[in-house]
């Protein structure tokens, strides 16, 4: 996302606010941080001029930006991760007791995020593509722009032609294609590949 903090209106963070049942002096208290604040600029030559802010928003810098984007953008993971028909479901067998019996453990899992970085994991191209459908409409509220360049797609063991493995996502309708075999992407400091192999990490390293 393009500047998502800076991009997070006063009353539409009220809203969230109230959906979420914050009792209505922390709301207050959380608004007022934000409403008709004034800056100041450090520039090598000392303080300039406080000034009034051009917009009542987040500001990126704040140390509770990050809590508050958390529960703005919340709604949508939910709303994404409550969906059964849009769930991804995690397997794995693991050893119960010293007798081998094996449980199986599982998780359903939509959608990630940590501040402003987000990934979407489905079963399909249809799936993903209706996850972007709801999100661009999230976007589109919210007037989030999403930065094509640094959004990417990943498939796995999919049967599709490769010309047709591609998304489209943005209020720019910008158009993801998937990464080839070649290609790694990176996520919070981890190297993810389309195959399904630890290769790309021992190049890496």
């Excluded at 984007?69 to 991760?81: A, E």
């Excluded at 209706?130 to 999230?138: L, T």
Aim: hydrophobic share 40%; proline share 2%; net charge neutral.
């Amino acid at each position: 996302m393009a500047k998502a903090f800076d991009l997070v209106e006063i009353v539409l963070l009220l809203n969230v606010l109230k959906r979420i049942k914050c009792p209505p002096p922390l709301i207050l208290f959380i608004i007022h941080l934000f409403e008709n604040r004034k800056l100041r600029i450090i520039t090598e030559y000392g303080l300039l001029d406080c000034f009034q802010a051009g917009d009542d928003r987040i500001d990126q810098g704040e140390t509770i930006s990050i809590l508050i984007w958390r529960i703005f953008y919340d709604s949508l993971r939910v709303r994404i991760n409550n969906d059964p028909s849009l769930s991804y479901i995690l397997k794995d067998c693991w050893p119960n007791n010293l007798a081998l019996n094996t449980k199986e453990y599982w998780l359903k899992v939509g959608g990630i995020a940590f501040t402003d970085d987000t990934v979407w994991i489905t079963n399909s191209q249809t799936e993903i593509t209706c996850i972007i459908d709801i999100s661009n409409s999230f976007y589109q509220l919210n007037d989030i722009k999403i930065n094509g360049n640094k959004s990417e797609l990943l498939v796995w063991n999919s049967k599709t032609l490769k010309d047709q493995l591609q998304i489209t996502i943005g209020l720019d309708s910008n158009i993801i294609k998937a990464d080839t075999l070649m290609q790694y992407s990176r996520y919070l400091a981890i190297y993810i590949h389309s195959k399904a192999d630890n290769c790309h990490v021992e190049r890496l390293i």
